[in-house]
């Protein structure tokens, strides 16, 4: 397991999970988030860091707003049960699944390197393109008020609606 996270110009950083343990708000707020907090401050440390993560409970628990509360990290509302917002589902776990499809790994440490390893290797372009991927689905989600818009659209254009001007 791993967390990653990505800007618009491309990678931040990805954070293993050891031992196979559990991804919950201790790990979260106490090793997750300072990694990825202090890599853009490395260059500025005021910098504005605007976060956009789904309503997971590792994400939406105590200790994690109290922890993005003090260092002032701004976050992006996340409508409920909406997985089709999210650049992990939408965009990286299927581009680096393909990309990885077929290895065989010996040890967890070795997976989590190929798939650094193949983030690094995504184009800036394509980063761009998943940003503006995902700003074109948050309008789908304000148009279609928070519902899962995936679903929607396709109930809609497989049912026998028709619109009357």
Not at 74 to 101: A, M
Not at 109 to 128: F, G, H, M, Q, R
Not at 129 to 153: A, L, P, Q
Request: aromatic letters at 10%; a negative charge; hydrophobic letters at 30%.
């Amino acid at each position: 397991m791993v967390a990653t996270f990505v800007s618009e110009t491309g990678h931040v950083t990805t954070i293993p999970l050891e031992g196979q343990r559990t991804v919950n708000a201790e790990w979260y707020a106490s090793i997750c988030l300072p990694q990825v907090v202090s890599e853009p401050r490395k260059e500025n440390c005021n910098c504005r860091i605007i976060l956009h993560h789904d309503n997971a409970s590792p994400h939406t628990a105590h200790r994690t707003k109290g922890f993005l509360e003090q260092e002032n990290i701004e976050l992006l509302d996340h409508p409920p049960y909406s997985p089709d917002l999210s650049h992990n589902d939408f965009y990286t776990f299927p581009k680096i699944k393909n990309k990885l499809r077929g290895q065989r790994f010996s040890s967890p440490e070795e997976a989590v390197d190929a798939y650094k390893t193949a983030i690094l290797e995504t184009p800036t372009s394509e980063w761009n393109g998943c940003f503006n991927d995902w700003f074109h689905r948050m309008e789908k989600c304000v148009k279609f008020r928070g519902e899962y818009f995936e679903k929607t659209i396709n109930t809609f254009l497989n049912s026998n609606v028709v619109s009357l001007p």
